[in-house]
């Protein structure tokens, strides 16, 4: 009996990972508008509109027409399409990890900044 349940935790949790596993690809396929806000590499304000192309619990990825300065913060907001339901979404603070050339600008992957990180950057820490 002992063995039986054994094999069954290890089944639950093989397929427990296979679910996580599923949510992840699906968050990877999913697109949806977004608006970026920032420092350009000319420090420069700039705001623009583009598609989230890949993402995570930590991070996404994005194109952008606006070159960006290496590891510079930007901040990214969730653009409402169709009838609204109440406020639209605050925007979060992202910070620039990779950016490569690609055709009509550049394609930015970011990491979400953790509490710690927005408030040592708002104070100059």
Known sequence: MATHAAG???A???SAAAGAEALR?????VRFPIEVCGLDSAARFFTERSEALATSDVGCTFRLKTEVAAEAILALRLIWEGPRSGAAPAPILFRALRRERAPGGWMIAAAKLAHEETINEGLGF
């Open 12 to 14: 639950a949790a093989s």
């Open 25 to 29: 690809e699906i968050q990877r396929t």
């Open 8 to 10: 069954w935790k290890r």
